[in-house]
């Protein structure tokens, strides 16, 4: 094994209750507390050796606009610009091709804007312990691993904290579009969110993406641990993976399950289980050192499974960009064999109206395909560079 490091219980839960205090207040993107991570994570890299690789030293500066987002349960100004900063530290180790480990370390703040679901969020810090500190943590462990093992490993490795995922993914996205290393050059990507509540009877741990690649799942069952993992092959996630995906990117991501103190002020730094996640982290630490037997790996599209708790009869099958904040829903994703794209719908294009119904957000959007039911053919009218266009569509 080339990194001959071991995950670090200790350096795990210092992170953790850091990241997760109340002196950071719930890291929502541009505020104080958002700011002590940053300095926080940044101080770790230069600790670590790693090269700066954002646009300011290690920052990747960004704003935002954002929308109504579904997922919300507190008013958000639609158009209300934020600020938010990507953390990128480099390890050179003189090689073609490039490992990027990744995980967001925004949260909720005190759930006054953001994805709450807490019932009474307003003014109560959501301290974010699993989501995501957990997986910072996991980055933070990684660097310090490889970046002191004594070996050049076959790839460089990028370790990056993305800001503003809470509010869709802002911050992956950000990078992939404005990427301060070749996109071609990438061999794959890691993210971690969520990876600190173990369950210590089933020790299972949930690894999405391992279609995106066919070296993914054999690589995995080869690899040694008292994990138990279950694999998801889907590309597009609830997580910062998807944005990689979507630049046809192979991707992997680690999760270790919901849980009752998902975005609520409840998910504290006590309730981590740190030997567990340090098993995690090791057991990431060996699939990167697996790698290292690999030229780049190849990259496959997957199906896009739907989710258990959608609610609606139908789907269109897109992926919506919740940070437009124009009229309309701009598609950022496809899915393969799904309405949308059977009809011809692209990245990019903004839904305007779907059948008799106009559609001026995301809310419009949701309320239409309400109306439908499966077997059912309308128009979905869209705007693609500037030009009206209207298909047809069959549920």
Not at 182 to 211: A, F, H, Q
Request: charged content about 25%; some cysteine; aromatic content about 10%.
């Amino acid at each position: 094994m080339a990194c001959a490091q071991k995950a670090d219980v200790a350096n795990i839960k210092t992170h953790i209750y850091y990241l997760a205090s109340d002196k950071l207040g719930g890291r929502s993107p541009g505020t104080k507390g958002e700011k002590l991570a940053q300095k926080y994570i940044m101080a770790e890299f230069k600790k670590y050796g790693l090269q700066p690789k954002g646009e300011k030293g290690y920052l990747q500066p960004f704003t935002y606009h954002v929308s109504k987002n579904p997922h919300d349960t507190v008013e958000t100004k639609e158009g209300t610009e934020y600020k938010g900063s990507n953390i990128i530290g480099y390890l050179d180790n003189g090689q073609p091709y490039t490992i990027i480990i990744g995980a967001h370390y925004d949260h909720l703040g005190d759930g006054t804007r953001g994805n709450s679901l807490d019932a009474n969020p307003k003014g109560k810090i959501h301290h974010g312990a699993d989501d995501n500190a957990s997986g910072v943590a996991g980055v933070l462990e990684l660097a310090r691993m490889f970046s002191s093992n004594g070996v050049k490993e076959k790839y460089n490795i990028v370790f990056m904290c993305y800001s503003a995922e809470e509010a869709g993914l802002i911050g992956s996205k950000y990078y992939t579009n404005h990427p301060t290393l070749p996109l071609e050059k990438v061999n794959c990507m890691v993210n971690m969110d969520m990876i600190g509540r173990l369950n210590d009877s089933t020790k299972k741990v949930i690894v999405y993406g391992t279609g995106t690649s066919n070296v993914w799942e054999p690589l995995l069952k080869n690899t040694k641990s008292d994990l138990t993992m279950k694999f998801d092959s889907a590309g597009v996630g609830p997580s910062d993976q998807t944005s990689f995906y979507l630049k046809d990117i192979p991707v992997i991501f680690f999760f270790t399950g919901q849980h009752s103190d998902y975005h609520k002020p409840t998910d504290v730094a006590e309730k981590i289980n740190y030997p567990g996640e340090k098993m995690v982290i090791d057991l990431i630490a060996q699939i990167v050192d697996s790698l290292q037997n690999y030229p780049k790996i190849n990259f496959q599209k997957t199906a896009t499974k739907e989710s258990k708790s959608n609610s609606f009869k139908v789907t269109l099958g897109i992926m919506p960009d919740y940070s437009y904040d124009k009229e309309g829903v701009r598609v950022d994703g496809v899915s393969d064999n799904k309405p949308a794209q059977k009809a011809g719908l692209k990245a990019d294009d903004v839904i305007i109206q779907l059948g008799e119904y106009p559609v001026k957000d995301i809310y419009g959007y949701m309320d239409a395909l309400n109306k439908f039911k499966k077997g059912d053919t309308t128009k979905v009218t869209i705007k693609r560079g500037g030009e009206k266009k209207e298909f047809s569509v069959m549920f």
